[in-house]
């Protein structure tokens, strides 16, 4: 896949230069599935959050709201009743897929019960475009500062990328940089910290930040030294 991991969605001229670069194409010639299973997990969410984004709310003007050619909904919740001979053929029939933020202990769950996580690695052309939680699935580990499900057993996600994500740098009080320096202090993997206007390119095996605003990379703590 190629990858598009972002804090806040396509929130620039820059971003979204890099996202047209991925698909290879205008995005309103792009078909997107647009999957809002993270928000499910997540206490600050629920139906009318994922009514705004499924409807391109202007609070999601930077993800479902960009004027794709076509935009569907892939609940991975229903996946497992349906069968894969159903949902893998639109899956690989879209360009590229819009991963909602929410909790990303549950949607890794979601994502290996139905099937999803073990289609990732076929999609080579596929875009995968994360906000917030959408991103940080991809991670080996999300630490315990973001692990909201109470039925996770651990922070471990799916581990698709070697770094872990610190999102919405500054748009928070509790998301600041001595935040994430407290926060990766626990992890064993470099980590990002970023900004609403950041994202970070995953593609032929190369990392890329493209951002307008703030970010840093965190180096894994040395330990067993004193």
Known sequence: ????????????????????????????????????????GHPACGPTSVRGLLAADSRW???????WASLGVLELTALPTIGAERWVPWVRAADVLLVDGGDAAYLAHRMRESGLADLLPSLEETVWVGVSAGSMV??????????EWAGAPDDRTLGVV???????????????MADAERWAADLDVPAYVIDEQTAIVVADGAVEVVSEGRWAMLEPQERGRR
Request: proline content about 8%; some cysteine; aromatic content about 8%.
């Open 138 to 147: 991809l991670t080996p580990r999300i630490g315990q500062y973001f692990l």
């Open 61 to 67: 003007a930077h993800l479902t709201g960009l004027g």
């Open 162 to 176: 070697g770094f872990s994500l610190f999102p919405h740098l500054d748009a928070f009080p509790t998301n600041t």
């Open 1 to 40: 896949m190629k990858l598009l991991l972002t804090s806040g969605g396509v929130t620039n001229p820059s971003i979204h230069a890099a996202l047209e670069r991925l698909l290879g194409k205008p995005v309103g010639e792009a078909h997107a599935l647009c999957i809002p299973t993270a928000q499910w």
